[in-house]
């Protein structure tokens, strides 16, 4: 098996039936691009820069972050490489910011929420960004989107931030695809709208499947509640694949659940075009797809949806695909 999978470092990723996804990679800093060009990742699907921001006193400066985005950007050499804008409160903190305690962190300010609201640390992040942008396949993302008045805020932000620096004469890529983070169910549900003002989404299947299913994902208590397979959450990411592909748009995943042997035939089929997964899960995420039809597989996961449990929806997959 392992024999399997060396071989297919630097080849693309082929269905049996010969359509084309593509597999990224998860990273947390540019010291984690090693893991991700040996296992033959075919872009960075998420950079979370949260980890920037952390483990410090202070706020990241724009040239520091400048740095490390185009490192990124330079290593992927020309390679897809989607940045995630700062995703902080919820499970992670900066103390720095002096932020008061919150009842649900998971449901209070965090991510994007905090980004529109402190405008000038915002900023700084955004800049880096674009100036990066002029050194690779860069693209944007922001995360914790509810609603469109923040995906419009926050693109007005980027481009007030791209006259600046052409003003200052400042090389910024000519174009930039500029996507949101699928994990909250409202967006999910009104993706047609979102799907207008956005080149692609990424379904962020942790936040999604705990904020779907009310769970909290830290909480022991609640995991089995948890699921990734339940139908209610395989129907919002196939409303969401269907509302990008109507407006001519892709959809990736970077939600564990990307790379998750189970899932992959029903993401498939549901015509998910990015999978984004730790480094490690891609060579065998590439092996298990060359096996598998995106077109036979179409009905196989529409199927899928009118299960009833997320225990029949495993049954189901593990038994024609011969799983575990
Ligand atoms: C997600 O929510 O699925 C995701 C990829 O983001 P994070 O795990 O950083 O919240
Ligand atoms: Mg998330």
Same mark, same amino acid.
């Given at each position: 098996?392992?024999?399997?999978? %060396?071989?297919?470092?630097? =080849?693309?990723?082929?269905? &049996?039936?010969?359509?084309?996804?593509?597999?990224?990679?998860?990273?947390?800093?540019?010291?984690?691009?090693?893991?991700?060009?040996?296992?033959?990742?075919?872009g #960075?699907?998420?950079?979370?820069?949260?980890?920037?921001?952390?483990?410090?006193?202070?706020?990241?400066?724009? =040239?520091?972050?400048?740095?490390?985005?185009?490192?990124?950007?330079?290593? /992927? $050499?020309?390679?897809p490489v989607v940045i995630?804008? *700062?995703?902080?409160?919820?499970? &992670?903190?900066?103390?720095?910011?002096?932020?008061?305690?919150?009842?649900?962190?998971?449901?209070?300010?965090?991510?994007?929420? *905090?980004?529109? =609201?402190?405008?000038?640390?915002?900023?700084?992040?955004?800049?880096?960004? *674009?100036?990066?942008s002029?050194?690779?396949n860069l693209k944007i993302m922001?995360? /914790? #989107?509810?609603?469109?008045?923040?995906?419009?805020?926050?693109?007005?932000?980027?481009?007030? =931030? &791209?006259?600046?620096? *052409?003003?200052?004469?400042?090389?910024? @890529?000519?174009?930039m695809e500029v996507g949101?983070?699928?994990?909250?169910?409202?967006? @999910?549900?009104?993706?047609?709208?979102?799907?207008?003002?956005?080149d692609f989404?990424?379904?962020?299947?942790?936040?999604?499947?705990?904020?779907? /299913?009310?769970?909290?994902?830290?909480? $022991?208590?609640?995991?089995?509640?948890?699921?990734?397979?339940?139908?209610?959450?395989?129907?919002?990411?196939? /409303?969401?694949?269907?509302? %990008?592909?109507?407006?001519?748009?892709?959809?990736?995943?970077?939600?564990?659940? @990307?790379?998750?042997?189970?899932?992959?035939?029903?993401?498939?089929?549901?015509?998910?075009?990015?999978?984004?997964?730790?480094?490690?899960?891609?060579?065998?995420?590439?092996?298990?797809?060359?096996?598998?039809?995106?077109?036979?597989?179409?009905?196989? %996961?529409?199927?899928?949806?009118?299960?009833?449990?997320?225990? %029949?929806?495993?049954?189901?997959?593990? &038994?024609?695909?011969?799983?575990?």
């Amino acid at each position: 098996q392992k024999e399997e999978w %060396a071989k297919l470092v630097n =080849e693309k990723t082929l269905t &049996k039936d010969g359509a084309h996804v593509e597999l990224a990679a998860n990273i947390g800093t540019p010291k984690d691009l090693d893991g991700v060009i040996a296992n033959g990742a075919e872009g #960075i699907g998420l950079y979370r820069t949260e980890f920037l921001y952390m483990g410090r006193n202070e706020l990241p400066s724009e =040239e520091e972050q400048f740095e490390a985005y185009k490192e990124v950007v330079e290593r /992927m $050499e020309n390679k897809p490489v989607v940045i995630r804008t *700062l995703d902080i409160g919820g499970d &992670k903190e900066l103390p720095y910011l002096d932020l008061p305690e919150e009842l649900n962190p998971f449901l209070g300010f965090r991510a994007i929420r *905090l980004c529109l =609201e402190q405008q000038d640390l915002f900023r700084v992040q955004l800049r880096a960004l *674009l100036r990066a942008s002029a050194y690779g396949n860069l693209k944007i993302m922001f995360p /914790m #989107i509810a609603t469109l008045e923040e995906l419009r805020s926050a693109k007005q932000l980027l481009s007030e =931030e &791209k006259d600046k620096l *052409l003003a200052e004469g400042v090389k910024v @890529a000519e174009e930039m695809e500029v996507g949101i983070m699928v994990e909250i169910p409202s967006t @999910a549900v009104a993706a047609p709208q979102f799907a207008k003002e956005v080149d692609f989404f990424s379904i962020g299947t942790n936040d999604l499947i705990q904020y779907t /299913m009310a769970a909290d994902r830290m909480n $022991e208590r609640v995991s089995y509640l948890y699921q990734p397979y339940h139908p209610a959450v395989l129907r919002l990411i196939d /409303m969401v694949i269907k509302a %990008a592909h109507a407006e001519g748009k892709w959809t990736g995943m970077c939600g564990e659940m @990307a790379g998750d042997e189970i899932a992959i035939p029903l993401l498939l089929g549901l015509g998910l075009d990015e999978f984004s997964m730790s480094a490690t899960s891609i060579l065998p995420a590439r092996s298990q797809l060359t096996h598998l039809s995106r077109e036979e597989l179409a009905d196989f %996961a529409q199927q899928a949806l009118m299960e009833d449990t997320s225990e %029949a929806v495993e049954q189901l997959v593990t &038994k024609h695909y011969s799983i575990g």
